[in-house]
């Protein structure tokens, strides 16, 4: 926790945007990293029960997606990583939503072909399995908002794995030829699928920034406040055009890839690490210092333990609320594997242009276009 503290007041601009923080935005925080952890914890438990076969969890790494996503506005863009799930429901997606997408469910956006999940509409671009993928889109994203002169913020995620593949190199370079309103948050959990950083990594993961040409910055991931004080003074300069910018935020995943090497992941880092990092638990130590440090959460001019005690309450209140809201989640996302599976023939539909039945109105007025009584041909496809 002294850490956690001596981080909040280290730098002058990022202190002014924490202080400036409503309690409404540290409930708002501190119930985003809550429903992201209960949102994996469902997942988990369906891996167990035999309903998934397996799933990526951000167990551990919850403060980089939910302080990075908070510190948007409205018209920003986001890509997240598949272990990013907590940016999605951040800027909106519903996570019955997002337990579909694992369910395969065709009332979905991604109508049960992908887990990989996002909503284009609410300004969440989906990501694929290739990783750092987005990162030329995201250039692409930031061009278009430079000569339109708008005045949003994209930003994704790469891993510390993925920031050393060809889509990286080849997209960052352009953007930062471009100088494009990008973040990229270099979310370094310190390992990629079974591999340590210092095994694929010579070089130190803050400064990869430098041989692009642009300026990086660093924050703690596991501390969601200085999360979202950098991003917030991240997204001010690029909307001044100052950007694009590689935000390195380190933290560590408390487990495997995916639910499937849990125990391969124990044995590549010791107990020691493990026992470190969870001291460092990004729900854990904020709930800790809203109780210790924080202001009175309702708002009112409170002290000691008058303060602890409201601030008690109100946490509580919080975990409950979010609790019951992805119990519901969790009900409405079985509920679809019961009532709305998709037809094989979804498979093939709008892969490449819409269908005919869907440029006919079909998929406009929530009818699911079927090719009944034959087999799905390449014209289908086509469309
Ligand atoms: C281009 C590409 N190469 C390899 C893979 C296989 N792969 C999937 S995840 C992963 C490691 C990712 O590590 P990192 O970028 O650090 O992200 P993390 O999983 O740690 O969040 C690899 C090698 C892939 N999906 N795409
Ligand atoms: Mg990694």
């Known amino acids: 926790m002294a850490d956690y503290r001596a981080r909040l007041s280290a730098r002058e601009d990022r202190r002014r945007v924490i202080e400036a923080l409503a309690p409404r935005a540290l409930l708002g925080l501190y119930e985003g990293m809550v429903r992201f952890r209960l949102h994996d914890i469902a997942l988990k438990r369906w891996v167990r029960q035999g309903i998934i076969s397996k799933a990526w969890l951000g167990t551990g790494e919850e403060a980089v997606a939910i302080g990075t996503a908070r510190a948007l506005r409205a018209g920003d863009v986001v890509g997240p990583m598949i272990r990013n799930a907590g940016a999605c429901h951040e800027r909106g997606m519903p996570v019955a939503d997002l337990l579909r997408a694992y369910l395969g469910t065709a009332d979905q956006i991604t109508r049960g072909r992908d887990l990989h999940t996002g909503d284009p509409a609410r300004g969440i671009i989906p990501p694929n399995s290739m990783m750092a993928n987005l990162v030329p889109v995201f250039t692409g994203i930031g061009l278009a908002i430079r000569r339109r002169g708008g005045r949003q913020v994209a930003l994704t995620y790469v891993g510390d794995g993925a920031s050393r593949t060809a889509a990286f190199h080849e997209g960052f370079n352009f953007a930062a030829v471009q100088r494009v309103p990008v973040i990229i948050v270099l979310q370094d959990n310190q390992v990629a699928l079974g591999t340590r950083t210092e095994s694929h990594s010579a070089a130190p993961m803050d400064l990869l920034h430098s041989a692009y040409g642009v300026p990086g910055d660093v924050c703690d991931g596991n501390n969601v406040l200085d999360v979202y004080a950098a991003t917030a003074v991240l997204a001010r300069r690029c909307r001044r055009g100052e950007g694009p910018f590689i935000l390195t935020a380190r933290t560590f995943r408390m487990g495997g890839h995916a639910t499937h090497d849990d125990a391969e992941a124990r044995r590549l880092f010791s107990p020691e690490h493990f026992r470190h990092w969870g ?87 929530g009818r699911r276009p079927r090719v009944a009584g034959r087999r799905v041909s390449l014209s289908d496809v086509r469309g």
């Open 279 to 365: 001291r460092r638990d990004p729900i854990g130590t904020f709930e800790a210092y809203l109780m210790e440090d924080g202001p009175p959460l309702d708002g009112r001019r409170r002290a000691g333990a008058a303060r602890r005690a409201v601030n008690r309450r109100l946490l509580a209140e919080s975990e409950a609320r979010v609790t019951a809201e992805v119990e519901a989640a969790v009900a409405a996302a079985l509920l679809s594997r019961r009532s709305a599976m998709p037809e094989p023939e979804d498979a093939v539909r709008g892969v490449y242009a819409p269908a005919p039945a869907e440029a006919a109105g079909g998929a406009a007025k």
